[in-house]
């Protein structure tokens, strides 16, 4: 009788610990594997020859400084997806601030590159702050709208999130001349709180006036009479709706651009085999990686690509319905929209579907910081999707 007893509870107990195996996302992982794979790839042929052109001439320059922030990554992912994710939770007001500190050194510490004053250079490591801000502004509204609760429902407590990020925002965007970031940081904050608030009439009239907002700037600018006391933005907005006016400055880069993407056809010219990143298409590796990607593979190897971004975003989702917590949700839905948004836009900026802002494309463009935060978003990802418990049925 006891020894049947025993039984009983070593086999009950096997089952309860079978039905709590801990869930790993194996086809998640698979996915940001090949879009690195595919982005070194990619980045070595559209920048063989502007590494060529250095001072000190190097085709593998670029492809050396971007593996090395992959393995790095790939290092800080895997540590951060075997931290409980909870564990970051008491780090989040911190980051917050230390995103503003780190936005505001840029003032008087801040290094310029490509006419543009937007990094740090921490132990002899360039850091942008504004890839900081946006992990840190996940962290800090998860952990916020957490707290609030369903106070979120008033109009106080849906503003009052709403206004968080906007300090960051504008610190990035006016600081850092960066508005593509500071758009990314917004479109994060509102898509957290779009999931966490069931109120869509709100965010329907937020839309609607932003649109609005919008519509008359571009408006304004296509109407005015003196184009040239416009600067650099409402320059950008002219030579979006008629690049070919301004085919010697704003919408140089932009019709070499199309140039690319058309002459790709359906199935490309051939990899490394790309004629407009002979120094037609500046920073060729960067921005602008996308219409190399459409001219050397085509249109099938474009579809391709985001196919690939289309199914980690459904895997993303996928862990965030299924995430043990809010919190745990929150912090996929802010990594799901900080890559789909960054995607998006950079597709946009692209086809000339919207004005031209500097964004890269997620693990793909060149970019030793932003490929390194990316990771270790993704490495809380699969800490969360560890959190799910499997359960047979």
């Given at each position: 009788?006891?020894?049947?007893?025993?039984?009983?509870?070593?086999?009950?107990?096997?089952?309860?610990?079978?039905?709590?195996?801990?869930?790993?996302?194996?086809?998640?992982?698979?996915?940001?594997?090949?879009?690195?794979?595919?982005?070194?790839?990619?980045?070595?042929?559209?920048s063989s020859y502007e590494g060529s052109t250095l001072k000190n001439p190097d085709p593998a320059y670029f492809l050396k400084k971007q593996a090395a922030s992959t393995v790095?990554?790939?290092?800080?992912?895997?540590?951060?997806?075997?931290?409980?994710?909870?564990?970051?939770?008491?780090?989040?007001?911190?980051?917050?601030?230390?995103?503003?500190?780190?936005?505001?050194?840029?003032?008087?510490?801040?290094?310029?590159?490509?006419?543009?004053?937007?990094?740090?250079?921490?132990?002899?490591?360039?850091?942008?702050?504004?890839?900081?801000?946006?992990?840190?502004?996940?962290?800090?509204?998860?952990?916020?709208?957490?707290?609030?609760?369903?106070?979120?429902?008033?109009?106080?407590?849906?503003?009052?999130?709403?206004?968080?990020?906007?300090?960051?925002?504008?610190?990035?965007?006016?600081?850092?001349?960066?508005?593509?970031?500071?758009?990314?940081?917004?479109?994060?904050?509102?898509?957290?709180?779009?999931?966490?608030?069931?109120?869509?009439?709100?965010?329907?009239?937020?839309?609607?006036?932003?649109?609005?907002?919008?519509?008359?700037?571009?408006?304004?600018?296509?109407?005015?009479?003196?184009?040239?006391?416009?600067?650099?933005?409402?320059?950008?907005?002219?030579?979006?709706?008629?690049?070919?006016?301004?085919?010697?400055?704003?919408?140089?880069?932009?019709?070499?651009?199309?140039?690319?993407?058309?002459?790709?056809?359906?199935?490309?010219?051939?990899?490394?085999?790309?004629?407009?990143?002979?120094?037609?298409?500046?920073?060729?590796?960067?921005?602008?990686?996308?219409?190399?990607?459409?001219?050397?593979?085509?249109?099938?190897?474009?579809?391709?690509?985001?196919?690939?971004?289309?199914?980690?975003?459904?895997?993303?989702?996928?862990?965030?319905?299924?995430?043990?917590?809010?919190?745990?949700?929150?912090?996929?839905?802010?990594?799901?929209?900080?890559?789909?948004?960054?995607?998006?836009?950079?597709?946009?900026?692209?086809?000339?579907?919207?004005?031209?802002?500097?964004?890269?494309?997620?693990?793909?463009?060149?970019?030793?910081?932003?490929?390194?935060?990316?990771?270790?978003?993704?490495?809380?990802?699969?800490?969360?999707?560890?959190?799910?418990?499997?359960?047979?049925?």
């Open positions: 009788m006891i020894v049947a007893q025993r039984r009983y509870q070593n086999n009950h107990r096997g089952r309860v610990k079978k039905q709590e195996e801990s869930f790993f996302d194996y086809t998640l992982l698979f996915i940001v594997l090949f879009l690195l794979a595919f982005g070194l790839v990619m980045l070595y042929s559209s790095v990554g790939m290092a800080a992912m895997i540590v951060v997806a075997n931290i409980p994710y909870h564990f970051w939770e008491r780090f989040a007001t911190m980051g917050y601030i230390v995103s503003i500190v780190l936005i505001l050194l840029i003032i008087p510490f801040g290094v310029e590159a490509n006419g543009a004053k937007r990094w740090l250079n921490i132990a002899g490591i360039s850091v942008q702050p504004a890839e900081i801000a946006k992990v840190g502004m996940i962290l800090f509204l998860a952990s916020l709208i957490c707290k609030v609760g369903r106070k979120i429902r008033s109009g106080k407590g849906f503003f009052i999130v709403l206004g968080i990020p906007v300090p960051v925002c504008l610190l990035v965007w006016k600081i850092t001349e960066n508005m593509s970031s500071a758009i990314i940081i917004l479109g994060i904050a509102v898509l957290m709180l779009f999931v966490a608030c069931p109120d869509y009439k709100r965010f329907v009239l937020i839309g609607l006036l932003g649109t609005a907002v919008c519509a008359l700037a571009v408006f304004l600018i296509a109407n005015s009479a003196d184009s040239e006391g416009l600067g650099v933005r409402g320059t950008r907005i002219l030579a979006w709706l008629d690049p070919e006016a301004y085919a010697s400055g704003k919408g140089f880069q932009t019709l070499q651009s199309l140039y690319a993407i058309g002459s790709g056809g359906i199935l490309g010219k051939g990899l490394g085999r790309s004629m407009q990143k002979l120094g037609f298409i500046p920073e060729a590796q960067n921005d602008m990686i996308f219409s190399i990607i459409c001219e050397e593979l085509g249109l099938f190897g474009a579809i391709s690509i985001l196919l690939m971004f289309m199914l980690l975003i459904w895997r993303f989702m996928v862990i965030a319905n299924n995430a043990p917590d809010l919190f745990g949700a929150l912090l996929v839905v802010g990594v799901m929209g900080h890559i789909a948004i960054q995607v998006i836009l950079n597709v946009a900026v692209v086809t000339n579907t919207i004005p031209n802002t500097g964004i890269s494309l997620p693990f793909i463009s060149f970019g030793g910081t932003s490929v390194l935060f990316l990771l270790i978003e993704v490495g809380i990802v699969l800490s969360v999707g560890k959190g799910i418990r499997l359960k047979d049925l």
